[in-house]
């Protein structure tokens, strides 16, 4: 139940359990020859997790792609005991989180390396912050403007 679509923000890890949840409650779906009712859809079972666009544009592709090719990944988001730690997997120390899990994928699994992470978030900061003060000035000129009206 703690795993639903009611339940608050989900951890990489979770969201992980998740997925396997509903393949696995899709796999098992298929098998059963006769339901006592109509049998739910593949929707219906996936919306009891993730919304429809998420898991179509996101955990599917992303969660299925781990799977196939990332086993060791895959053992650390299910907490195996057996797994590698977490640093040397990713790399880094941090809330992974889905993105990252792609970034990591798309350089082969190789670990993400925190300096450079580091650099590309303040440069993300220091640019949208530079974004807020060019519309904080164009505000200004605008008020400005009108007041010489």
Known sequence: MNLTHSSA????SEQVLCYLAVTDALNEMH?????PEKPPTERQVTELFIGKSQWSNSWRPTF????Q?????????????????AEELWGVEAK???KMLK???DKGGKPLKGKDRAVEESG???SSKTLEKE???????????????
């Open 9 to 12: 923000a989900k951890s990489l």
């Open 31 to 35: 098998k059963i020859k006769q339901w």
């Open 64 to 67: 299925s792609r781990v799977s």
């Open 69 to 85: 090719h990332f086993p060791e990944m895959v053992k650390l988001l299910q907490g195996d005991a057996d797994s590698k730690t």
């Open 96 to 98: 992974y989180t889905l």
């Open 103 to 105: 970034e990591w994928m």
């Open 124 to 126: 993300a900061e220091s």
């Open 135 to 149: 519309k904080e000035k164009k505000k200004k000129k605008k008020k400005s403007g009108k007041s010489d009206e």
